[in-house]
């Protein structure tokens, strides 16, 4: 089983910024620990991160080879219909996640054009939430 982790703009910048919002983890050292889970759950990931929308939108089109992904479309989540139509457009199905409770937050974060053709969000369990997701996708497997 082969899992993408696609993360959007500004999450470069984790460990830097609103730590009290997103955590002290550098996306570096997220994606370790998700590699760690990985290989516990013998599922092979890649890792994707981009501040530019289009670029991610390449990403989630070329994503033939993977099974699902994992999406933290970020600021992108509120605003891009580009990356909606893009997870419309392939057969693997995704997990949206955010670092932060979304809803918790100002109103406009409230709205996920992904949301509803996901197969669940987790949102507000920091970088536990990607975890999450793993040990969900794990429990898939035949």
């Known amino acids: 089983m082969k899992v993408l982790f696609v ?3 500004n999450l470069n910048m984790l460990g830097t910024r609103e730590e009290d919002v997103y955590g002290s983890l550098t996306l570096d050292q997220i994606n370790k620990k998700i590699t760690s889970k990985a290989n516990e759950l013998k599922i092979n990931t890649d890792f994707f ?6 670029n ?3 990403k989630i089109q070329e994503s033939s080879d993977f099974d699902y992904i994992v999406i933290n479309p970020a600021a992108f989540t509120h605003t891009s219909i580009a990356i ?11 997990i949206e996640v955010h ?6 937050r ?13 197969i669940g969000v987790i949102s507000g369990f920091g ?16």
Do not use: C, T, W
Request: proline share 2%.
């Open 7 to 9: 993360n959007g703009p």
């Open 49 to 54: 991160q981009s501040n530019v929308e289009g």
């Open 56 to 58: 991610l939108v390449s």
């Open 84 to 94: 909606r139509d893009a997870l419309l457009s392939i057969k693997a199905k995704f």
């Open 99 to 104: 670092l932060s409770n979304i809803y918790s």
């Open 106 to 118: 100002e109103d406009f974060r409230h709205n996920s054009y992904v949301s509803s053709i996901a």
């Open 127 to 142: 970088f536990h939430g990607y975890l999450m997701a793993l040990d969900y996708i794990s429990s898939l497997k035949d």
